[in-house]
């Protein structure tokens, strides 16, 4: 697998020091502690399930790790989205032919199951907003996680990646696979559904 | 102006990803950190070791079969040696001049009644 794109933009091999400075990371374990948070809730709203986002993630990084420390740090955020998407791929695939085998697996797999969660889990990281803004940010959430998972997989795998991200879309054409110009499509077109979907959205 | 609320709603948009990715539950950050420490503590040889010992289950496996073969082909050897001696045996048995002996048997026989017949 070549990154023949992202080696053209950018030429030389950055040393450690510059590429902490420039990505926020020099190193694979920093580089994974930067990206894991949102490539878990990627890969949740992808799936709608917790605990197969975590596998999903752990698998990516495992392969990541494995296949591709030996690479430049710049080319890791690509790497581990391609990776990361295939396996999303590998997912629905799995899920599909078990919807065909079990049909009934899909009302008992769906969703996160909530028995022997320990309350003290479910505290959020971070408390920094006075309960209303709590509860409206929440709700905007769930709402947007409803209307990122209504939208096409190739049209949320560029919103992920370019808006959520920050990823060129040079970069995002080679995490994606494709062109830049489809890449371009696919994040208008999921920007157009959001807006539909999103109209009471407070954006202003 | 479409672009503007495209652009309004890109950033509202980013803000509140970045909020749910720092309000992540700490049970799912411990599970991530565990996870990003399962797959860094992995040394790339995890295939290598399992390579040496299917590599030695094949190679045992080619051998025994090989010895298996080799001792088959004397006991093969060993019957056809049989065999031929046993064609051996009958072609003595039955060469020209024994065959003639059994045909005058009856001969003989009626030879050695007559002269004791004679005598006695």
């Given at each position: 697998?070549?990154?023949?794109?992202?080696?053209?933009?950018?030429?030389?091999?950055?040393?450690?020091?510059?590429?902490?400075?420039?990505?926020?990371?020099?190193?694979?374990?920093?580089?994974?502690?930067?990206?894991?948070?949102r490539a878990?809730h990627m890969?949740?709203m992808a799936?709608?399930?917790?605990?197969?986002?975590?596998?999903?993630?752990?698998?990516?990084?495992?392969?990541?790790?494995?296949?591709?420390?030996?690479?430049?740090?710049?080319?890791?955020k690509?790497?581990?989205y391609?990776?990361?998407?295939?396996?999303?791929?590998?997912?629905?695939?799995?899920?599909?032919?078990?919807?065909?085998?079990?049909?009934?697996?899909?009302?008992?797999?769906?969703?996160?199951?909530?028995?022997?969660?320990?309350?003290?889990?479910?505290?959020?990281?971070?408390?920094?907003?006075?309960?209303?803004?709590?509860?409206?940010?929440?709700?905007r959430i769930?709402?947007l996680t409803?209307s990122v998972?209504?939208l096409?997989?190739r049209q949320r795998e560029a919103l992920m990646l370019r808006c959520w991200e920050g990823m060129s879309t040079?970069e995002t054409?080679?995490a994606m696979?494709?062109?830049?110009?489809?890449v371009k499509t696919h994040y208008s077109r999921a920007m157009h559904t959001l807006r539909?979907l999103l109209?009471?959205y407070?954006y202003? | 102006?479409?672009?503007?609320i495209e652009h309004q709603l890109e950033t509202a948009l980013q803000q509140d990803l970045h909020h749910l990715e720092?309000?992540?539950?700490?049970?799912?950050?411990?599970?991530?950190?565990?996870?990003?420490?399962?797959?860094?503590?992995?040394?790339?040889?995890?295939?290598?070791?399992?390579?040496?010992?299917?590599?030695?289950?094949?190679?045992?496996?080619?051998?025994?079969?090989?010895?298996?073969?080799?001792?088959?082909?004397?006991?093969?050897?060993?019957?056809?040696?049989?065999?031929?001696?046993?064609?051996?045996?009958?072609?003595?048995?039955?060469?020209?001049?024994?065959?003639?002996?059994?045909?005058?048997?009856?001969?003989?026989?009626?030879?050695?009644?007559?002269?004791?017949?004679?005598?006695?």
């Open positions: 697998m070549t990154l023949s794109i992202v080696e053209k933009s950018q030429a030389k091999e950055l040393p450690n020091e510059e590429a902490q400075k420039v990505l926020g990371y020099s190193s694979m374990e920093e580089f994974l502690k930067v990206i894991e948070r878990f890969a949740r799936t709608g399930n917790n605990d197969t986002a975590m596998d999903i993630v752990q698998d990516s990084m495992y392969k990541l790790v494995e296949k591709y420390a030996d690479r430049t740090a710049q080319e890791w690509p790497l581990f391609r990776i990361l998407n295939s396996k999303t791929i590998d997912y629905y695939r799995r899920k599909a032919v078990r919807d065909r085998v079990f049909p009934w697996s899909r009302y008992t797999s769906n969703g996160d199951s909530d028995q022997n969660v320990d309350i003290v889990d479910l505290t959020p990281g971070r408390i920094s907003d006075t309960p209303d803004e709590m509860l409206m940010r929440t709700q769930d709402k409803q998972n209504a096409p997989r040079i054409a080679e696979k494709c062109s830049q110009g489809s539909d109209e009471d407070n202003d | 102006m479409t672009n503007q720092n309000e992540t539950e700490a049970r799912d950050v411990f599970r991530l950190a565990q996870a990003r420490n399962r797959a860094l503590s992995q040394n790339g040889s995890s295939r290598k070791k399992g390579f040496i010992p299917t590599l030695g289950a094949s190679l045992a496996s080619i051998l025994l079969v090989a010895f298996f073969f080799f001792q088959e082909a004397p006991v093969s050897l060993n019957n056809e040696t049989v065999s031929e001696l046993n064609r051996a045996d009958s072609a003595f048995e039955f060469d020209d001049e024994n065959v003639e002996l059994y045909e005058d048997l009856d001969f003989y026989y009626w030879l050695a009644d007559n002269e004791q017949g004679a005598t006695g």
